[in-house]
């Protein structure tokens, strides 16, 4: 069992930075792959970005792609995630998700992760 708390949300202007974290409590975080999604009001969780155990791949949605950024320090538990250039359309409640499943390529929907955050919301202003 792994528990995992976001923090690092806020209200910003576009063109803005913040940057997210993770933090894992629990069990051994290092062997696990992390995702981070996002869910804006009425609309489905999507995924925004992965990383593996070994942090030696990524993965990023296209919506994001060249402007956020997925990291990891397995010393301190932690799982960042670097938004730049933010947009209104990033508006949304995000999350992140620990999955200890064997995988060599990043998960990308949310029934291939076991452990989940509380959330923290992200909102965009023009």
């Known amino acids: 069992q792994v528990q995992l708390v976001e923090s690092g949300g806020g209200l910003v202007q576009a063109g803005d930075s913040l940057r997210l974290s993770c933090a894992a409590s629990?069990?051994?975080?290092?062997?696990?792959?992390v995702g981070w999604f996002r869910q804006a009001p009425g609309k489905e969780r999507d995924f925004v970005a992965g990383i593996l155990w070994s942090a030696g791949r990524t993965y990023y949605a296209n919506s994001v792609k060249g402007r956020f950024t997925i990291s990891r320090d397995n010393a301190k538990n932690t799982v960042y995630l670097q938004m730049n250039s933010l947009k209104p359309e990033d508006t949304a409640v995000y999350y992140c998700?620990?999955?200890?499943?064997?995988?060599?390529?990043?998960?990308?929907?949310?029934?291939?992760?076991?452990?989940w955050g509380q959330g923290t919301q992200v909102t965009v202003s023009l």
């Open positions: 629990g069990r051994t975080f290092s062997s696990y792959t």
């Open positions: 998700a620990a999955s200890n499943r064997y995988t060599i390529m990043v998960p990308t929907t949310t029934d291939e992760y076991q452990y």
